[in-house]
């Protein structure tokens, strides 16, 4: 079963930033969410068809405190479809010195796992390949408080 998943996050400026993805169930979704946690420094709020599962993590103040700072994880489905997982408020140890995502990082390797196990497209189609990803920084009138 595929079913739209919703991530809210808020960070240490009090701003607010949704992401959505498609996710294959049953599968690692608890794995995801741990990952994700340990990858930002938002509290994570997360969504699915049903009842929410509130973090309980307090936004932290680091390099990348808030959530216009993204870090973008690119993958490609099985069935060739392009999946993109947005964390706001990034840890900085995740990228290289170039912004790239450093996928030998502890951190990153656990986010692009948990991917791999349950993020996919709207077709149920699972991510199989990790294409890269970088450090964005997202325009303020993006995000609402």
Avoid: H
């Avoid at 969410?33 to 994570?44: H, R, Y």
């Avoid at 690119?74 to 060739?80: H, I, S, V």
């Avoid at 986010?111 to 920084?137: E, H, M, P």
Wanted: aromatic share 6%.
């Amino acid at each position: 079963m595929t079913v739209r998943v919703i991530n809210e996050y808020t960070d240490i400026g009090a701003n607010y930033l949704r992401t959505a993805n498609w996710v294959a169930l049953p599968g690692g979704l608890a794995a995801l969410a741990t990952a994700i946690q340990a990858a930002t420094n938002s509290n994570l709020l997360y969504i699915t068809q049903g009842t929410p599962i509130v973090g309980t993590t307090t936004p932290t103040d680091a390099l990348y405190p808030l959530a216009t700072d993204t870090a973008l994880f690119n993958f490609t489905t099985a069935g060739g479809a392009g999946v993109r997982l947005s964390i706001p408020a990034p840890i900085a140890s995740m990228f290289t010195p170039y912004g790239g995502i450093n996928a030998s990082d502890p951190t990153a390797a656990a986010v692009i796992a948990a991917v791999l196990a349950c993020l996919g497209d709207n077709l149920g189609n699972v991510a199989t390949i990790f294409q890269g990803g970088s450090k964005s920084r997202r325009s303020a009138e993006q995000i609402g408080a």
